[in-house]
Structures are given as structure tokens and as C-alpha cells.
């Protein structure tokens, strides 16, 4: 380890990426709280940067070479052995993107906020900040730093700007706030002993790729228990099963913005998480828990979506099925197959994508007409045609209508999880119809029928409320009818960073499982 | 060794005559004419931790007076840490000790003694000396609590801390006692070597009865049940002091006491075993009981018992990492319970309350106050950046290094439950508009405490290098 930071080409792209939101937010800062449009624009700027900066990294990736590319490393703590360390490769680069995708979009979604205008900004740009952080780091100390940054903004977003319907939303805050404390307080301790374990011939590291390069210092035993603290960190944020129920609450409480953030991206990073540190780190963990977490996986899909049905409230519905979907990743993260895990990327991406897009409508819906009750909804395409449209795409979307890319992971995924686990496969397939019956009756009774004249007053999207519907719309048609941009990076991520080797390995291994 | 006592000694002589001079200064110059008493002592304070800092740096470390004082880095990083907390509440409580009318000159007296005890506790290499900076602390305490004379619950305060101070002295002193008895020393040295493997129930209580007597200064559960009464009736400045600096004085003896004597079994076994369950009810009782607090002050107090109990995980260690996770907590904890108790004080001077409810709307009220509190708050619950996490995270991989893994579970699994309590305040102080509560601005001297702690507590959360290399430094200076 050099004392100067190690600088490669564009080393300084992902920096300014993540930095371009906190400046907007700095600014934001020292403007006065009433020049509401200015600070609305100041966000969307920062905002804009980072999107480009990741476009930019997205298509100069170079998906031959694979690996770390535009890494950065400084030593940070020298006494802890943490560097500040950023970089992306397959796995993190659509991650990333998904963070500007949604941030941007988010910040738009909240366009007609009137309330506390400057602190909601600045929280919600802080916010994003971290999200990305956390899918840039090389380094599991700083991975952790940004990814407990987003909790708190996120319960003060909850408590002051949310709303409160079947349950209050102090309560959904906190619960929300709570439950990702105490996973990732297990997470902690797990990380804790993995460093210990690791640096136990000296040289202590908090590095990714030096981390797994030194598996031959943790021992099974030790890999199990690790990992299983590291499942119950990763799988509270990811909403598996019976870890889940902050889910739902805490969506239905928070604005639209963090809704579509948490929903969007921040759950991800649970399954990013498990595939980065659990699956990279600790295969042989991972292979004696994967048979648990793929029965688990089946109940997320099956048990959110049957929940899912009896929804009244729009953002429950989309709640639980966010909570089914995250079953169709986990089964993928269990099958430990590259098949399935260029699905398990892909899939986190589509759905990302797609839950965006539906909280950023619902919460149009609920702006316009200040009720998210199925019942009291309908007929709103004779009125509000373009968000008819954005709400349809999403809908279609999230049931894997062929052209989405949420077809593409889906089928994906299944190709890879057929093979290991053919009975919770085929379930999980099942779990499509329950998702169809949902949605299909959410789409049917919000937006058609007869036309009802209390809604005659609405004005449909325009301007920049437009934005999102464009955005993220643009993105799941892309992404399905070519999916190779997308597919192309996730398999050069699974297959040159080492996590093609260690998934053969494991594969290998004839350690049993608990099944 | 070859160096002068006096430069070595200079901290301490010059507080000891600052002390004085502001006293007789109090009682010479009238009443109304006693403004300069707050920069006067503000200018001591600086120039006494600008003269340490250079001392920890670059200073003679040495032990002298047959052992009896310590001068290493151990000693002066504790004494920065003290100076630094007493500076902070000076700068903090001017307009609070304003109020205290003519009597207010003592108040800077006794805050530069209470210092001064706590500098001779760090020092101290036998007990007695450790005995008379300890009583030298108390008794400063002892006016402190009870500077509100006029007030019920102040004079309550100080009499609950003057009767179980006392008890709590005369049990350590029976523990001191016990100790020379058994091995004819008072130098922990002579102590460790004499008592070595022997096992015998003297000496089993004579180490219990020292953890004891320092357990009630760290208000270790068991020995808790004062500090909610005291913390709450004493003025908040005191009460800001009490939790902080005596805190670590306590810990800057329990350190050495254990360190060196770790070798012998008496010491070993309750600085281990009784040690690890006292550490964990600590942790526990004072997490639960914080929740369903609703004066700040007592909230305060029971999250201090809980982030003693944090302390403590790194003793038991007993290794330089854990020194260092101890030395580095401590310090930050100084800069994030200053911030919150430097709001505290504000609000309650202003609105007359120290009720959490009535921290409402505080960011509308005053911005920069909210914002501190919160990150004061978020920094003891160790959420990053802010530094408490570092801290948290060089306490218990210390501890887990040693292979005590259910401590710091119990360590992380409580922090994060400590998250609801002090997020109940983030609440209270952020959701509400507060009508009808007055508007607190800050300025001044106050408004710098708050910037300043709160920079200090997101910068060595971001970059905790160099604050680390200085606790690494403090705590090898204790194992050569």
C-alpha cells in the first residue's frame, strides 16, 4: 500500500459524481428559504451533473477489460487499514446509474413541494449522496459509513413531510429507522469479525478485493456465522422475509421522493450487499445458508403478493409488491450461478426503474386528488391522460410484460434459479400470476371505467412533473428491447471480477446444505 | 532523570494559583466589576491546554517523587481532555452564570479546582494521591451541584451528591486501606508485584471495593442511582461537567489501576469477569431507562450511564487497542455531550425547561441550535460520519480482537436502541412549529461553542487519523 493515492485515468470521475449533489445541497445551504424555485433548480442541477457524469462512466466502461475501472484510492485510516477507496465494475456501474436515474427523477417528482422547501432539498440531496456512496465504495468501512449517512435524512423526510394513513407517520419512521438499525448493527458485528478474521496474519484491510483474496483465513464454521449476521443486515434492508414489514409502513409514510429512492435503490443495496460481501467474501457461507434463503425468497413472492391483493391503499400495493419482487433477487442470489446472478443485478436495476416510476405517479395521483384509495379512484385516464400512460408502463412493467426490462431479468433469472431449485422456481413463476391479478385490478380501478366528474378538475402532467414519467419510462423500454447496454455490463461484472470463479468453486463444494 | 519539577508540574501550579487569584479577585473587586472573571478564566484554560498540548507533543515524560506522579502521555492526553471540557463550559454558560448573581466569581474558582482534582487523578501513580485529586474533584462538585441555592431541586442535588460522594469516598478509602494492608504499598507498581497470583478474599474485596468507589464517580450500574437526581437538579453547566469530565477522571484511575496491575489475580478477575457484566447492565439499564425520559437533562444522564458502560467495553480489553478505543471515545465524547448539553443549557436559560417537549420547533427557533443538538445526539448514538461511530468501532473490534464477541453485540444492538431515544428529541425539535415558545438565538461566545463542537465532531468522524495516532500514542505510553 503506497502512501500517495494510487491515480488511474478518470480516477476523479466517480468523486465528482458523488460530490455534485453535495455541492448543490452546500449551496442550498446559504440561499434564503424563500426563493423556493431557485433551490428546486439548484438541486435539479446537481442532480443533472451527476447523471451525465454516470452516463458517461456507464458507456466508457470498458467491458473488456472488466474489473475496478476509474478507481481512486487514499489511505484513509492507516490504523484501521481503511482507504478511501472508490471504483465500479458490471455490478455497481447499473447501481449507480440507477441512483442518478431515480435521484434525478426524484428531485423532479418533488417539484410542487411548497413545504420547508430548503430543508427538504437539502436532506433529500444528502440523501442521494449516500445511496451512491455506498455502490462506489471499494471499501467496506466507507460502504458502511454512507450507507448508515441515509438513515437518519430518511426518518426526518418521514416525519415531517410524510403522511399519515393506516398508520401514523412518526410510527412508520421509526419503524422504518429501527429495523435498519438493529440489521445493521448485526451487519456491524459481522463486518467486525470478518476485518478481525482477515487481518489475523497482520495488515489489517477493509478492502473488497483483499478481503476475498484472503479467504483461505476463514475458516467454515467462521464463514457460516458471518455470513448469517451479514443475511440478517442485508436481508432487513432488502425486506426478505420475515424481516420485511418496515417495508410497507414506512413506504406508505414517507413523500414520494424517498418512497421512490427507497424503494428505487436503497433496498438494493441489500442485495448488492449480499452479492459484493456475501456471496464475493464468503462462498462457503453462502452456500451452506442459500437453500434457507431461497425458501425465504418464495415466501417474499408468494406472501407479499397474496398480501399485495388485499391492499386498499396504492402505496401498500406497490409496498408489497416491491417485497415480492426482492424474492425473485434473493432466489437469484441463492441459485449461485452466474445465470442467475447477471439476473439478480438486472433485476434489481428493473425493478428499481419500475418502482420509481410508480411511486413518482402515485404520488401525482395523491397531489392531484388527495386520496390514494383504490375505491375512492377511477376513471383518471379520461382526465389525466399522460399520467394514465406513466402509471400503465409502471404497472406493465412490474408485472414483466415482454419489451420491459423487467421481462428481461425475470427471465433471466428463472433460466439460472430453474436449474438449482426447480420447485421454488416454479413457484416463484406462479407468484407472476398473483402479481398480473394485483395489478392489472390496481390499474383497472384507478384508471378506467366511467369517467367521474369530481376528478373533472385535474390537470393532467406538465412541465416538469413530465420528467420522471420520460425519464424512467425511456429507461424500461430501452432496457428491454436492447437489453444488451444493460446485460452486457452486469456479465462482465459476474465474469471478470472473480465472481465467476468463486461461484464455480462453490458450485464445487460439497459442504451440505440445510435442506 | 534530569528535568525540572516545576515545568513539569506547570499545568497544575498554575490552575492551583488561578484558582486562588480568582477568588481573592472575587472578594476584592465589587460587585458589578466582576465582568472579567469569565475571560479571565477562559484565558487560563487556553493558556494552560496550549502549554499541555505542546507538553504532549514534545514534553519531558517522566515518573517521579518515587513513583508517586506520572508524568506520560496517558496523563496529559486526560489532562487535554479536562481543560478542554472545562473551556468549552466556560464558553458555553455566560449567560447562565450571569444569572448566579454576586456569588459567581466562586463558580470559576471551583470550576478550576474540580479541574485540578481531575488533573492530579490522571497522574496519580499510588493512591493516595489518586485519593486527594479525587476528593479535591468531589468537593468542588459538591458547592458546584448545589450552586443554586435558592433553588429546591439544586440544594437536593447537592445534598444526595454530598451523602453518597461521601459514602462512595469512604468505601473506596476502606478498599485503599485494605490494599496497604495486605501489601504495605500504595504505589501500584509495589501493589501488583506484592499481591502477584494470591487469591484471598481481602483482596478479592479490596478490589471490589476500589471498583466500587470509582464505579459511582463512572456512575457504573449498580452504582447509577444518583446521577439522574444530580444531573437534573445541578445547573446545566456543572451538570455538563459532572457528566463529562469527572467521568473520564474516574476512567483515566480505573485505566492505570487495572493496566498495572493486570498481572495480579485479585485485579484480574473483577477487572475481567465482574467487569464484563457490570459493563453490559451498564449498557442495557441505561439505554431502557433513557427512553421514556422527558426532562433533557435526565435523558442525558441515563444516556451518559450508557456510553460509560460503552467506555468500559474498552478496559476489559486491556490491550492498546483497547486503551486507544477508550482514549479516543472519551475525547470525542467530550466535544458531542458538550454540544448537546451547551443547547441544553441555552434553551433551558431562555424558556426556563428542561422538558423535552419543549424543545419544540427548535429549528425554527434557533437553526444552528437544532442542527447541533442533532448531530451531538447522532454522534453519542454512533451513527456515522459523525465520530461516535469511529469510536464505537475502535471500542468493540478491540474488545472482539480479544475474543469477547457478546459484549459487542450487547454494545451495538444497544446503540442502536439508543437511536430511539435520541431521535425522539431529533423529533420533538424538527416535526413541530413550536408555537408560542420564544425565539433563541445564539451569538457570542456560545455560538462558537456550537460550531465548534460540531465541526470537531463531523471532522474526526471524517478523517479520525490524527486524534487515533494520539490515542495510540497516550495508550503505548501506558504499556512500556
Redesign the interface.
Given at each position: 500500500m503506497s502512501a500517495l493515492p494510487t491515480v488511474s485515468t478518470l480516477s476523479m470521475l466517480l468523486p465528482f459524481t458523488l460530490l455534485a449533489p453535495l455541492a448543490a445541497m452546500l449551496l442550498i445551504v446559504f440561499m434564503p428559504k424563500e426563493e423556493s424555485k431557485m433551490i428546486k433548480l439548484v438541486a435539479a442541477m446537481g442532480m443533472f451533473v451527476s447523471l451525465v457524469l454516470s452516463l458517461y462512466a456507464f458507456f466508457q466502461y470498458d467491458q473488456s477489460l472488466g474489473g475496478m475501472q476509474f478507481t481512486l484510492t487514499i489511505p484513509w485510516i492507516p490504523d484501521l487499514g481503511v482507504n478511501l477507496a472508490f471504483g465500479v465494475d458490471g455490478l455497481s456501474l447499473p447501481m449507480l446509474l440507477l441512483t442518478n436515474l431515480i435521484g434525478f427523477s426524484a428531485i423532479y417528482a418533488s417539484w410542487n413541494m411548497e413545504k420547508r422547501v430548503k430543508e427538504y432539498f437539502i436532506l433529500l440531496l444528502i440523501l442521494i449522496a449516500g445511496v451512491m456512496g455506498t455502490f462506489i465504495a471499494r471499501d467496506l468501512f466507507i460502504f458502511f459509513l454512507f450507507y448508515e449517512i441515509v438513515v437518519i435524512p430518511i426518518y426526518i423526510m418521514v416525519i415531517i413531510w410524510g403522511s399519515t394513513k393506516r398508520v401514523s407517520k412518526e410510527y412508520a419512521g421509526m419503524k422504518l429507522t429501527i429495523y435498519l438499525l438493529i440489521g445493521s448493527a448485526f451487519l456491524l458485528v459481522g463486518m467486525i469479525a470478518l476485518y478481525l478474521a482477515a487481518a489475523a496474519k497482520g495488515n489489517p484491510t477493509f478492502m473488497f478485493d483483499q478481503l476475498a483474496a484472503r479467504q483461505s483465513l476463514y475458516s467454515p464454521a467462521f464463514q457460516k456465522v458471518a455470513f448469517a449476521l451479514m443475511l440478517f443486515g442485508f436481508g432487513s434492508l432488502i425486506s426478505m422475509v420475515p424481516f420485511h414489514s418496515w417495508s410497507p409502513d414506512g413506504y406508505a409514510g414517507a413523500p414520494t421522493a424517498v418512497s421512490m429512492i427507497h424503494a428505487g435503490v436503497l433496498k438494493k443495496i441489500g442485495g448488492y450487499g449480499l452479492i459484493r460481501l456475501g456471496v464475493y467474501v464468503l462462498p462457503l457461507g453462502a452456500k451452506y445458508w442459500a437453500p434457507l434463503i431461497a425458501v425465504l425468497a418464495i415466501g417474499n413472492v408468494l406472501y407479499a403478493a397474496f398480501i399485495a391483493l388485499a391492499q386498499k391503499d396504492l402505496k401498500y400495493v406497490v409496498g408489497y409488491s416491491s417485497v415480492s419482487h426482492m424474492g425473485y433477487v434473493l432466489i437469484a442470489i441463492a441459485a449461485l450461478n452466474p445465470t442467475a446472478m447477471n439476473g439478480a443485478v438486472a433485476m434489481m436495476f428493473a425493478h428499481g426503474v419500475m418502482a420509481a416510476l410508480f411511486f413518482a405517479m402515485i404520488g401525482f395521483i395523491y397531489e392531484k386528488t388527495h386520496t390514494r384509495n383504490i375505491a375512492d379512484l377511477g376513471g383518471l385516464a379520461h382526465q389525466v391522460p399522460r399520467l394514465a400512460i406513466g402509471f400503465m408502463i409502471a404497472g406493465l412493467a412490474s408485472l414483466g410484460l415482454p419489451g420491459t426490462v423487467n421481462f428481461i431479468s425475470e427471465f433471466t433469472i428463472f433460466m439460472g434459479a430453474i436449474k438449482v431449485y426447480p420447485v421454488q422456481t416454479v413457484l416463484g413463476i406462479a407468484g407472476i400470476i398473483f402479481t398480473a391479478v394485483y395489478i392489472l385490478r390496481t390499474i383497472a380501478n384507478v384508471m378506467f371505467g366511467p369517467r367521474r366528474s369530481e376528478w373533472d378538475h385535474l390537470t393532467d402532467l406538465r412541465g416538469p412533473e413530465l420528467v420522471p414519467l420520460v425519464v424512467l419510462g425511456f429507461v424500461i423500454f430501452l432496457g428491454g428491447i436492447f437489453p444488451n447496454i444493460l446485460m452486457g455490463i452486469i456479465n462482465s461484472g459476474v465474469n471478470s471480477s472473480g465472481l465467476a470463479k468463486v461461484l464455480e468453486t462453490v458450485s464445487q463444494a460439497t459442504m451440505g446444505g440445510l435442506f | 532523570m534530569d528535568f525540572n519539577i516545576t515545568t513539569v508540574l506547570l499545568p497544575e501550579v498554575m490552575m492551583a494559583a488561578m484558582s486562588m487569584i480568582l477568588l481573592a479577585l472575587g472578594l476584592l473587586v465589587p460587585y458589578g466589576a466582576r465582568k472579567s472573571m469569565m475571560p479571565l478564566t477562559v484565558f487560563t484554560l487556553i493558556g494552560v491546554l496550549g502549554y499541555t498540548v505542546y507538553d504532549f507533543f514534545y514534553g519531558p515524560h517522566a515518573t517521579f517523587l518515587q513513583g508517586m506522579y506520572m508524568h506520560d502521555q496517558f496523563a496529559v492526553y486526560f489532562k487535554l481532555l479536562f481543560l478542554a471540557a472545562a473551556l468549552l463550559v466556560v464558553l458555553s454558560s455566560r449567560d447562565y452564570v450571569q444569572k448566579l448573581a454576586e456569588h459567581r466569581y466562586k463558580f470559576y474558582s471551583l470550576l478550576l479546582s474540580a479541574t485540578l482534582g481531575m488533573m492530579l487523578m490522571a497522574g496519580a501513580g499510588e493512591l493516595i494521591t489518586m485519593y486527594v485529586g479525587l476528593e479535591l474533584m468531589t468537593i468542588s462538585f459538591y458547592i458546584l451541584v448545589a450552586y443554586l441555592a435558592n433553588d429546591a431541586r439544586s440544594s437536593e442535588a447537592g445534598i444526595k451528591y454530598l451523602v453518597l460522594g461521601g459514602a462512595s469516598s469512604a468505601i473506596l478509602l476502606y478498599g485503599i486501606s485494605l490494599i496497604y494492608g495486605l501489601t504495605g504499598s500504595t504505589e501500584l507498581a509495589g501493589i501488583a508485584s506484592q499481591l502477584g497470583g494470591s487469591l484471598t478474599p481481602a483482596s478479592l474485596l479490596a478490589t471490589v471495593f476500589l471498583l466500587a468507589g470509582l464505579g459511582f464517580k463512572i456512575s457504573l450500574v449498580p452504582f447509577h442511582l444518583w446521577a439522574p437526581d444530580i444531573y437534573e437538579g445541578a445547573p446545566t453547566p456543572v451538570t455538563a461537567f459532572l457528566a463529562i469530565a469527572s467521568k473520564a477522571a474516574a476512567f483515566a484511575v480505573l485505566i492505570r489501576v487495572y493496566l498495572v496491575t493486570m498481572n495480579s489475580q485479585s485485579f484480574s478477575l473483577t477487572g475481567q469477569t465482574l467487569l464484563i457484566v457490570l459493563a453490559a447492565m451498564t449498557m442495557i439499564l441505561g439505554n431502557l431507562i433513557a427512553i421514556p425520559q422527558t426532562n433533557i437533562k435526565r435523558m442525558l444522564a441515563y444516556s451518559s450511564i450508557a456510553q460509560a458502560g460503552y467506555l468500559m467495553v474498552g478496559i476489559i480489553a486491556e490491550s492498546v487497542a483497547g486503551i486507544k478505543g477508550v482514549l479516543f471515545y472519551a475525547m470525542i465524547y467530550v466535544f458531542a455531550n458538550m454540544g448537546a448539553f451547551a443547547v441544553a443549557t441555552h434553551v433551558a436559560e431562555r424558556q426556563d425547561s428542561d422538558e423535552i417537549k419543549d424543545f419544540a420547533g427548535l429549528?425554527r427557533r434557533s437553526p444552528l441550535a437544532a442542527v447541533v443538538m442533532?448531530a451531538s445526539l447522532?454522534s453519542l448514538a454512533g451513527?456515522?460520519?459523525l465520530a461516535g461511530?469511529?469510536g464505537k468501532?475502535?471500542l468493540?473490534?478491540a474488545v472482539?480482537?480479544q475474543g469477547y464477541?457478546a459484549i459487542?453485540?450487547i454494545g451495538?444492538?444497544m446503540?442502536?436502541?439508543s437511536?430511539?431515544y435520541y431521535?425522539s428529541v431529533?423529533?420533538v425539535m424538527?416535526?413541530n412549529e413550536g408555537e408560542g415558545l420564544p425565539d433563541v438565538p445564539v451569538h457570542g461566545a456560545l455560538k462558537f461553542t456550537l460550531v465548534f463542537t460540531m465541526l470537531i465532531t463531523l471532522v474526526i468522524g471524517l478523517?479520525?487519523?490524527p486524534l487515533?495516532?494520539m490515542a495510540?500514542a497516550a495508550a503505548q505510553s501506558l504499556f512500556r
Open positions: - | 429549528w442533532t447522532l451513527i456515522p460520519p461511530f469511529v468501532f475502535y468493540f473490534s472482539m480482537d464477541t459487542a453485540y451495538f444492538v446503540s442502536m436502541v437511536v430511539y431521535l431529533v423529533k424538527f416535526l478523517y479520525p487519523t487515533a495516532q495510540i
